[in-house]
């Protein structure tokens, strides 16, 4: 019996996706100027489309919606923001859920994920365990009074790499 269980065991953590063992478990976006049911629907189709996306919940409530990725494919958080604005709305914010097993953040914050930089400004050594839910502020994902602040705050936002903060 203790056999057959070290099996299935064995059988399900190789079956179990990559990225629910490291990387980015789902996005959760903002969106700016959800009205109705038709508006809410227009951005949920229009995140769909992309093809590293496997479903996506929209709350017309809170005006915001929750992308779940497929496991394992690249991941491209400018194009999810670009989908809300080509469905006619704005971002009002941009947070992912990161797993961090496996994924190391050096002494400054600094961390690469399918190639792509990150760092976290407010990070404090050891806060990188388990599910940490992470805000990306560059300009391309806040409301221009929100970035305008964290310009002066840092400085430029450019897109070499992602800036994030936990929240």
């Known amino acids: ?31 700016n100027g959800l009205t109705c049911s ?18 996506v919940v929209m709350s017309l409530e809170k005006t915001e919606g929750r992308v779940y ?29 990161f797993v961090f097993n496996d994924i190391e953040v050096n002494q400054d914050g600094s961390f690469l994920y399918q190639g792509q930089q990150y760092i976290w400004l407010d990070y404090k050594n050891g806060s990188a365990k388990g599910d940490v839910s992470l805000k990306l502020v560059d300009d391309y994902f806040l409301p221009h009074k929100e970035s305008s602040v964290w310009k002066k705050r840092i400085g430029d936002l450019s897109q070499k790499a992602f800036h994030v903060v936990q929240g």
């Open 1 to 31: 019996m203790k056999t057959i269980l070290k099996h299935v065991l064995l059988i399900l953590a190789f079956s179990l996706p990559l990225s629910v063992l490291a990387g980015i478990k789902w996005v959760d976006i903002g969106v």
């Open 69 to 97: 990725v497929k496991q394992g494919d690249p991941i491209n958080l400018k194009a999810i923001a670009k989908a809300v604005v080509d469905a006619g709305f704005s971002v009002r914010f941009l947070r992912v859920e």
């Open 38 to 55: 038709m508006c809410t629907r227009s951005v949920e189709m229009s995140v769909r489309r992309l093809s590293f996306v496997d479903s």
